[in-house]
């Protein structure tokens, strides 16, 4: 039996060739996501997802790149305390997927209020720390209040920007 030895690779080899690695595997994927971790700011941020779809061209071997249309999702957290993350949210019309995330040891709602005064789907409720709801809503541009409708939480409210 032969054993085969291989070269030595210094330490800055191992590294770079490390790195080389890292950077080419994040280049090969295929979907893309764009995310932001809670605002600390009063504005919360709109977080948007997609993702490109290579298909076959024609018989001359070339392909051609098509990006569907992202959806649009929409990241809401209340707490800690009786109050959301942030006071003002902005989003695209159409369908918005509302993600609601409980940060907070009790139950909160999230409602979203039109001029008229009524809500425009059901609410989403969290019923403990770490507790989501998730929906997809329609919203048409404009502005919208943004409640919990537990009682004694009038202080939670904000505002949707819709455009």
């Not at 790149?65 to 957290?77: I, K």
Request: one cysteine or more.
């Amino acid at each position: 039996m032969k054993i085969r030895t291989l070269p030595r690779m210094s330490v800055s080899n191992v590294f770079v060739t490390g790195i080389a690695i890292v950077a080419l595997s994040a280049c090969s994927s295929s979907g893309s996501t764009v995310s932001s971790s809670a605002p600390t700011s009063t504005d919360a941020a709109v977080t948007t997802t997609g993702s490109g779809d290579t298909t076959p061209g024609n018989s001359s071997g070339e392909a051609t790149t098509t990006t569907a249309a992202a959806p649009v999702t929409l990241q809401v957290f209340s707490g800690p305390g009786i109050k959301f993350d942030a006071a003002n949210y902005t989003t695209a019309a159409g369908v918005v997927h509302v993600i609601y995330e409980n940060r907070d040891s009790q139950r909160h709602t999230l409602a979203f209020v039109n001029a008229d005064g009524k809500s425009v789907a059901k609410d989403l409720e969290v019923v403990k720390s770490g507790s989501k709801d998730e929906a997809d809503i329609t919203f048409v541009a404009g502005t919208y209040k943004v409640i919990c409708t537990v009682p004694g939480h009038q202080a939670m409210k904000g505002t949707l920007t819709v455009k």
